[in-house]
């Protein structure tokens, strides 16, 4: 898998019968946090009125829409051309990882071949996806969260942050030194690889740090490190509450 995240070429490939236009401003700026989009691709058949909106902002963020008739009913030919045109561009070695702009779990496969060659794959879809694609996915990033406004209620969130708990906890223990503490980088990335989905943006914080200091449960501390040619660095650290014992 590339290891240069934020440099790596990455191809992104919409299929625009499953995607939303509306988003695909900041769609584009999500992607550019993982990498450089060399290829920009919206699959579909662009002669139905259903895709009217995308067509009005193809050309603008410079997406290249490519044709799909559909010859017959109940079958989804532009699924089919995405995944012929995703493994010739795999074959090709021009890129480090895909971005998969889709809610649909047809593409579950797809991502499985592309990791199993060693590159990176970012999905993109709705809430609704099928956990299957999800979870094929390295990462999966909801486009609910790339909205301006909120989508979910704060009794929604602090449900979602509750069924969190347990493997926040488990992550902690596993990245913990002898004293309890552990980088929260390193809790974070061992979230992501059980959870692809698991962003901090899913419970309406903007950094995972401002998400565990709002947990009652942790203790979070700054522990700046300073590099030698004299940069610091932030490094939080979090270790779960001890229990006083009388």
């Known amino acids: 898998m590339a290891t240069k995240q934020g440099n790596d070429r990455l191809a992104v490939m919409i299929d625009a019968d499953n995607a939303q236009a509306s988003l695909v401003q900041e769609l584009l700026a999500e992607v550019s946090r993982y990498g450089t989009a060399t290829i920009k691709r919206a699959y579909g058949d662009w002669t139905t009125p259903q895709l009217g909106k995308w067509k009005d902002v193809l050309h603008t963020m410079a997406i290249q829409p490519i044709q799909q008739f559909r010859y017959t009913t109940g079958k989804n030919a532009t699924d089919s051309a995405l995944i012929i045109d995703a493994m010739d561009v795999l074959h090709s070695g021009h890129v480090d990882g895909f971005c998969l702009v889709s809610s649909d779990s047809d593409f579950t496969r ?3 071949r592309i990791r199993e060659a060693g590159l990176a794959v970012y999905g993109f879809g709705e809430r609704k996806t099928p956990e299957p694609f999800v979870a ?5 990033i909801y486009t609910e969260i790339l909205r301006a406004e909120p989508v979910e209620t704060k ?22 030194r002898d004293d309890g503490w ?12 059980i959870l692809p989905a698991f962003d901090a943006r899913n419970y309406g914080f903007k950094k995972l740090s401002e998400l565990v200091r709002s947990l009652k449960y942790v203790e979070v501390r700054d522990v700046p490190i300073t590099r030698p040619d004299g940069v610091t660095l932030a490094n939080v650290q979090i270790r779960l509450k001890r229990v006083s014992r009388s």
């Not at 094929?136 to 999966?140: L, R």
């Not at 929604?156 to 223990?173: G, N, R, T």
């Open 136 to 140: 094929a996915c390295d990462k999966f």
């Open 182 to 193: 552990a980088a929260l980088g390193g809790v974070g990335s061992h979230i992501g690889k």
């Open 155 to 176: 009794e929604e969130v602090a449900e979602d942050l509750s069924k969190l708990q347990p493997l926040l906890i488990a992550a902690i223990d596993a990245n913990a």
């Open 110 to 112: 797809l991502a499985t």
